[in-house]
């Protein structure tokens, strides 16, 4: 991994997140002007919305620089909070409150399991292990009314929001080919790409958005923004995949194709359960943003396939 | 408040409580700035956990932390010494009286002390920890603290979660998010039970504003 000793400003992970500091820079002076020329509609949303970015970017990259383990343990972190909002919203039975607390134990045992890049287990410990011990754990509580729900409530949330997002830290530790220290960039380069399909699908979007695409589900996804933001993503990966990741140029513009759909079917996923359950955002973590579910939400479908996309052609 | 007492209330609250109510269970707050943050004022909540004094009273920043006083039942909380030291010392609850032997006149006269002195008190008006996503009916209590005093006003304050994050008689903390939505102080009323009713009302109506499906 990046050695902090030979602190070398040139590696194409610096200069990433150098750049991305500048961006952020850039936005917030941008929107602070917007703001004191009056011409947006809610400004404080907005201005929350930078310093919510400033906080999620300051703690990424305190993580990176910090090293292997304390990215592991941010992005442990970051399951946990998604798993926890998830259990705050939907609806579960107090007599689950033990099977919950196995639930949440997954967390340190997943992400221990990343530290040790044992990948067989990481595999298959959460859709096989914990899917059926968390089955057994809720008979044993004797309540059979609404069983079948609250399992399937409890299997699905911890799937998204520690299996799914497990892989985001299990980059890290993956071996590329003679490479060991590629796994920053590929962590990088999956989240911003994840995160910038979000921006362009939303500005596309308001731009020339006409045709939705699943109105019943989320009225603000319209076919521009989603082809928009495949677009450009696409070709944003291929400029900066061979320069911060292992990949060449034409596997870097097909992963930024596979992150863009994938992202966009995550977004809708979350969506689909925020109407399912009548609120608008799932938390208050992030300001502006709403909770940790809504930021992630991309982020949770992107991570595991673009995960097996580089280790099935790289690794 | 004892200085030393004082600290240990701060180190209490900055290294445990605070951290615990911020990240293993988490806020979602509505209406903040509707907190009263200067006393002399009361609070009143719902009451599901033991944790619920602990959400409200890490609302408030650590330097006021000593001028917010939960008043207590007196036969729980005061039960044997170290928790009589605990409650008394560090949290800085006001013992009260529940058996309703007590004399009505005097059965206050810490809280009005507190007041006057311009200290926030938190009541919960159910009088014990119910069941979760279960009001109890209120007591009068608030009304009676409040009715001869221009300066103070109550403010309804509804917290959901916590009553599935550690309910009555059980020892396992589960994490989940809080909400705590914040009303409208109710007015001064003309008797009991119009004060009663509207702050019942009030409760139910910001109830609504629960994120969190888990009481």
Redesign the interface.
């Known amino acids: 991994m990046i050695d902090l000793s030979e602190f070398d400003f040139f590696h194409p992970v610096y200069l990433t997140m150098a750049l991305v500091l500048g961006v952020l820079v850039f936005a917030h002076i941008t929107s602070y002007c917007l703001v004191k020329l009056n011409k947006i509609k809610s400004p404080e949303e907005l201005l929350l919305r930078i310093k919510s970015w400033w906080w999620i970017i300051g703690l990424l990259f305190f993580s990176i620089l910090s090293g292997l383990t304390a990215s592991i343990i941010l992005i442990a972190f970051i399951s946990f909070l998604a798993l926890k909002e998830y259990l705050s919203i939907v609806p579960t039975r107090q007599s689950d409150r033990r099977v919950i607390f196995w639930a949440y134990l997954t967390i340190p045992i997943q992400y221990y399991l990343v530290s040790i890049n044992w990948y067989g287990l990481f595999n298959i410990f959460i859709p096989v292990y914990v899917f059926l011990v968390l089955s057994v754990r809720m008979v044993l509580t004797g309540k059979n009314s609404g069983f079948i729900h609250s399992v399937g409530v409890l299997h699905w949330g911890v799937m998204l929001t520690v299996y799914s997002v497990s892989h985001v830290a299990y980059l890290l530790v993956l071996p590329i080919g003679e490479l060991t220290d590629t796994g920053f960039g590929l962590m990088l380069f999956l989240i911003m790409m994840t995160q910038l399909n979000d921006v362009c699908q939303y500005l596309f979007g308001k731009l020339l958005g006409r045709r939705k695409i699943i109105p019943a589900v989320s009225p603000n996804k319209t076919w521009a923004g989603f082809i928009g933001g495949v677009i450009s993503i696409t070709i944003l990966s291929g400029g900066i995949g061979p320069f911060l990741t292992p990949m060449d140029i034409q596997f870097s513009v097909l992963a930024g194709f596979v992150i863009a759909v994938t992202g966009f079917f995550g977004d809708v996923t979350i969506s689909s359960v925020k109407r399912d359950l009548q609120i608008k955002d799932s938390g208050q973590l992030l300001p502006g943003h709403g909770g940790i579910l809504d930021r992630i939400d991309s982020l949770m479908f992107t991570a595991p396939l673009f995960f097996h996309f580089v280790r099935y052609f790289y690794a | 408040m004892h200085k030393l007492n004082r600290l240990i209330q701060l180190l209490f609250f900055a290294v445990l409580v605070k951290p615990l109510v911020l990240i293993i269970l988490?806020?979602?707050?509505r209406n903040k700035k509707g907190l009263p943050m200067e006393g002399p004022a009361v609070i009143m909540a719902n009451h599901n956990s033991h944790l619920d004094t602990m959400v409200l009273m890490s609302l408030f920043p650590l330097r006021k932390m000593h001028k917010v006083r939960p008043v207590a039942a007196a036969d729980y909380f005061l039960k044997n010494r170290w928790m009589a030291w605990f409650s008394l010392k560090i949290i800085g609850i006001i013992p009260l009286e529940r058996t309703g032997k007590a004399d009505r006149d005097t059965l206050f006269n810490e809280c009005h002390d507190a007041l006057d002195k311009g200290e926030i008190l938190v009541l919960f008006p159910e009088g014990s920890r119910g069941l979760?996503d279960q009001m109890s009916t209120l007591k009068k209590g608030v009304y009676h603290l409040i009715k001869d005093r221009d300066d103070v006003s109550a403010v309804p304050i509804v917290m959901n979660?916590l009553g599935?994050a550690l309910?009555k008689g059980?020892g396992?903390l589960?994490?989940?998010?809080v909400d705590v939505i914040v009303g409208q102080a109710i007015d001064h009323s003309p008797n009991a039970d119009v004060f009663i009713d509207s702050t019942t009302k009030a409760f139910t109506q910001l109830k609504e504003f629960c994120?969190?499906?888990?009481?």
């Not at chain 2, 589960?174 to 998010?177: A, D, G, K, L, W």
């Open positions: 988490g806020l979602n707050i979760p979660g599935f309910p059980e396992l589960v994490p989940v998010n994120i969190t499906k888990q009481s």
